[in-house]
Every structure is written in structure tokens, then in C-alpha cells.
């Protein structure tokens, strides 16, 4: 996809724990890895940052009694965030589950994909 019709989500002057007015765009529908040495914010940008606001937003779109069951998640202090869509974070701790756990049984779409394939996929037996 070319440069002028990426989309990105834009957060400006982002400043959750050690994070100083940071302002960056992250390209959405690709895979984003942040790396750095150790105590350079990348956790306060994905999780305290992108991550709380996402969870924040998507809270917002459910009634006032299901609202009264869900964590509190207080808006991230940032001047903006823009272009932000639910997103699927995957923590750094331990998941838990077996041996064959994967992200799929994790999360829970691999009974969603199963039924996907099921529907529309093509069977092929190779030799």
C-alpha cells in the first residue's frame, strides 16, 4: 500500500509514567513490534497508552448496568489519540493454559477460524 493511503493511529504528546510529549503514528492493519533498551516507554506506549484507551472505548460502548461490572480504565494522559480501532493485546506475563496453547486458543478465535474454514474453505488431498 502506498505511503499517502496508509492509515495510521496517531497519539500526540503522549505522557503515561516516563513518557515526555511523545507524539508518533503507528501503521494500522500490520503487524507493529516495539523494541528499545529498557525503561525507554515502549510498555507505556502500548499498554498504558494504546491498549488502556482501546479498552476504554470499546467499555464505552456498553450500557451503564454492564459498565458498573467492568475494571475502570481512565483515559491515558495523551493530547490526542487518534485513528484508534479495537485491538487484541497480547501481554508480556505468562497466558497460562498447556504445551499447545497457541495466541488462537488464547484469545478465543480459533473456534471462530475453525467454523470460517469449515464454511468456505476447499478441501485438497495431496499425494
Not at 496508509?6 to 504528546?13: A, L, N, R, W
Not at 508518533?24 to 507505556?44: A, D, E, M
Amino acid at each position: 500500500m502506498s505511503e499517502s493511503h496508509q492509515e495510521y493511529i496517531v497519539i500526540s504528546g503522549a505522557r503515561e509514567n516516563n513518557l515526555k510529549n511523545v507524539s508518533l503514528r503507528i501503521p494500522k492493519r500490520k503487524i507493529t513490534i516495539f523494541t528499545g533498551v529498557s525503561g525507554s516507554g515502549k510498555s507505556s506506549i502500548v499498554f498504558d497508552t494504546i491498549a488502556a484507551e482501546s479498552q476504554r472505548l470499546l467499555n464505552e460502548n456498553f450500557s451503564m448496568f454492564v459498565r458498573t461490572f467492568l475494571p475502570r480504565v481512565p483515559q491515558p494522559d495523551a493530547d490526542a489519540i487518534e485513528n484508534l480501532s479495537m485491538a487484541v493485546i497480547v501481554d508480556q506475563k505468562r497466558l497460562g493454559g498447556g504445551s499447545h496453547s497457541t495466541i488462537g486458543t488464547i484469545t478465543d478465535i480459533s473456534p471462530i477460524l475453525r467454523l470460517l474454514f469449515s464454511r468456505v474453505g476447499q478441501p485438497y488431498i495431496g499425494h
